[in-house]
Protein backbone atom coordinates (compact mmCIF):
# COMPACT_ATOMS: atom_id res chain seq x y z
CA UNK A 1 0.00 0.00 0.00
CA UNK A 2 1.47 3.36 -0.86
CA UNK A 3 2.28 6.13 1.30
CA UNK A 4 0.27 9.58 0.56
CA UNK A 5 0.55 13.07 1.49
CA UNK A 6 -2.55 15.02 3.07
CA UNK A 7 -2.95 18.81 3.79
CA UNK A 8 -5.27 20.22 6.30
CA UNK A 9 -8.25 22.08 5.13
CA UNK A 10 -8.15 24.39 8.05
CA UNK A 11 -4.60 24.51 9.58
CA UNK A 12 -2.37 23.91 6.57
CA UNK A 13 -0.42 21.12 8.01
CA UNK A 14 1.16 18.68 5.90
CA UNK A 15 1.30 15.04 6.97
CA UNK A 16 1.95 11.54 5.54
CA UNK A 17 -0.54 8.76 5.92
CA UNK A 18 -0.44 5.00 4.77
CA UNK A 19 -3.52 4.21 3.35
CA UNK A 20 -5.73 2.79 0.44
CA UNK A 21 -6.19 4.36 -3.02
CA UNK A 22 -10.03 4.45 -1.96
CA UNK A 23 -9.78 5.32 1.81
CA UNK A 24 -11.21 8.98 2.55
CA UNK A 25 -8.98 11.23 3.64
CA UNK A 26 -7.92 11.30 7.29
CA UNK A 27 -8.48 14.06 9.91
CA UNK A 28 -5.69 16.32 10.01
CA UNK A 29 -3.44 15.35 13.15
CA UNK A 30 -3.13 18.85 14.00
CA UNK A 31 -6.85 20.01 14.58
CA UNK A 32 -8.90 17.21 13.89
CA UNK A 33 -10.19 19.00 10.58
CA UNK A 34 -10.67 17.48 7.21
CA UNK A 35 -8.02 17.09 4.79
CA UNK A 36 -7.17 16.56 1.16
CA UNK A 37 -4.77 14.57 -0.84
CA UNK A 38 -1.61 16.73 -2.04
CA UNK A 39 -0.27 14.45 -4.10
CA UNK A 40 -1.12 10.97 -5.89
CA UNK A 41 0.91 9.03 -4.37
CA UNK A 42 4.69 9.54 -2.93
CA UNK A 43 7.15 7.31 -4.12
CA UNK A 44 7.24 3.96 -1.63
CA UNK A 45 9.66 1.44 -1.34
CA UNK A 46 8.40 -0.90 1.75
CA UNK A 47 11.85 -1.79 4.71
CA UNK A 48 13.37 1.35 2.94
CA UNK A 49 15.39 2.83 4.98
CA UNK A 50 13.40 6.45 3.39
CA UNK A 51 10.32 4.57 4.61
CA UNK A 52 11.30 3.85 8.13
CA UNK A 53 12.49 7.59 8.58
CA UNK A 54 9.37 8.88 7.30
CA UNK A 55 7.60 6.27 9.66
CA UNK A 56 9.75 7.74 12.79
CA UNK A 57 9.53 11.21 12.13
CA UNK A 58 5.66 10.83 12.11
CA UNK A 59 5.94 8.30 15.07
CA UNK A 60 7.89 11.20 17.19
CA UNK A 61 5.41 14.03 15.47
CA UNK A 62 2.75 12.02 17.76
CA UNK A 63 4.57 11.63 20.95
CA UNK A 64 6.03 15.28 21.26
CA UNK A 65 1.89 16.26 20.92
CA UNK A 66 1.73 12.78 23.42
CA UNK A 67 -0.92 11.51 21.31
CA UNK A 68 -0.32 8.23 22.09
CA UNK A 69 -3.16 6.57 20.98
CA UNK A 70 -2.58 7.95 17.40
CA UNK A 71 0.81 6.79 17.42
CA UNK A 72 -0.31 3.42 18.65
CA UNK A 73 -2.76 3.17 15.82
CA UNK A 74 -0.13 4.58 13.35
CA UNK A 75 2.08 2.25 14.28
CA UNK A 76 -0.24 -0.46 13.67
CA UNK A 77 -0.95 0.68 10.46
CA UNK A 78 1.99 1.05 9.68
CA UNK A 79 3.04 -2.56 10.02
CA UNK A 80 0.60 -3.92 8.21
CA UNK A 81 2.59 -3.19 5.52
CA UNK A 82 6.51 -2.94 6.88
CA UNK A 83 7.71 -5.76 8.42
CA UNK A 84 10.68 -4.85 10.33
CA UNK A 85 12.05 -4.29 13.77
CA UNK A 86 12.27 -0.58 13.98
CA UNK A 87 8.69 -0.55 13.76
CA UNK A 88 8.24 -3.16 16.39
CA UNK A 89 11.04 -1.23 18.73
CA UNK A 90 8.53 1.66 17.76
CA UNK A 91 5.67 -0.35 19.07
CA UNK A 92 7.09 -1.71 22.06
CA UNK A 93 8.24 1.96 23.01
CA UNK A 94 4.81 3.34 22.70
CA UNK A 95 3.18 1.05 24.27
CA UNK A 96 5.20 1.98 27.31
CA UNK A 97 4.71 5.19 27.04
CA UNK A 98 1.00 4.92 26.98
CA UNK A 99 1.17 2.75 30.25
CA UNK A 100 2.65 5.44 31.91
CA UNK A 101 0.50 7.82 31.08
CA UNK A 102 -2.47 6.37 32.25
CA UNK A 103 -1.00 5.66 35.74
CA UNK A 104 0.11 9.06 35.97
CA UNK A 105 -3.25 10.56 34.93
ZN1 LIG B 1 -5.33 21.03 10.77
Do not use: W
Not at 72 to 86: G, I, T
Amino acid sequence: MPLYEFQCNKCGHIFEQIQGLDDPAPPCPECGEKSHKLIAQVSFKLNSNETLNRIEKRYQHYIKGRKYKDAVRFLKKASEFVKHDRIKRLQEKVETSLLKNKTTS
